[in-house]
């Protein structure tokens, strides 16, 4: 199992899956044509997808029944349900994905504007609604410093929210968002622990989308479920 595929056992028996897709997964960018979406997705997981208009909002939506709330405006999905599949999409911006023990998921597009707007904080909010006590987090690709150029008065404000340590420098020595370690302070604050190891930067991977560095119309997802047929000695996938 790769760093991009995730396997954790949850409480009732089975396990959460989480994989952040690439290249070899094609484009699943939600304009794209229907058909080979449609096929695309069956290939990760062959199930009714949730999938939003991602507006960078701290907007969350919670999914009860299979494909609720496919294509609404929002930013962040929950579901407790063993028969969908959730996704976030993104070519630069952070997908997340989130799960409790007691087999709650939730998965969130985090740009620096939702980062901002708290999006991180009410997904685990909401989390908590449907039972959730002790979420984990795990990251995935998404652009970093190196590539990401940001702009200085943008930036002396979200470190005055989150810390110095979200002020990085480009390749070239410009000032840069580093978006990782904004991620890593938004959870850091509400008790999350995140693992960033399938985080590598969209904006120098040969093998991901992106806007910034590259204007690449595609999409990456991050898409989580629940496999309640898994076996019980399921573990997270080590780098």
Not at 34 to 57: C, E, F, G, K, N
Not at 78 to 99: L, N, W, Y
Not at 156 to 168: C, M
Not at 176 to 200: M, Y
Request: negative net charge.
């Amino acid at each position: 199992m790769s760093r991009a595929s995730i396997s954790t056992p949850i409480s009732a028996g089975g396990a959460a899956r989480i994989v952040f897709t690439d290249h070899r997964h094609g484009d699943l960018r939600v304009s794209g044509p229907a058909l080979p979406l449609a096929h695309r997705r069956r290939a990760v997981i062959d199930r009714p997808w949730t999938w939003l208009r991602q507006i960078h909002s701290d907007r969350v939506v919670v999914v009860s029944e299979p494909g609720e709330h496919a294509g609404i405006e929002a930013d962040a999905i929950v579901t407790r349900r063993t028969d969908v599949a959730i996704a976030a999409h993104s070519a630069d911006c952070a997908p997340v994905a989130f799960v409790d023990p007691s087999g709650v998921i939730g998965v969130a597009h985090a740009g620096w504007k939702g980062l901002e707007r708290g999006i991180l904080a009410r997904t685990v909010e909401t989390m908590a609604t449907q039972g959730a006590e002790a979420p984990q987090a795990w990251l995935g690709p998404c652009i970093h410093p190196a590539a990401y150029e940001f702009g200085a008065d943008d930036l002396d404000r979200l470190a005055r929210r989150f810390g110095d340590e979200v002020v990085g420098r480009t390749h070239i020595g410009k000032p840069a968002l580093d978006l990782p370690a904004a991620v890593s302070a938004a959870l850091e604050e509400i008790g999350v622990q995140v693992d960033t190891a399938a985080s590598v930067c969209t904006g120098q991977s040969h093998s991901h989308w992106s806007h910034r560095a590259r204007s690449d119309e595609g999409r990456q997802a991050g898409v989580v479920w629940i496999d309640p047929e898994a076996a019980p000695e399921a573990r997270s996938a080590q780098p």
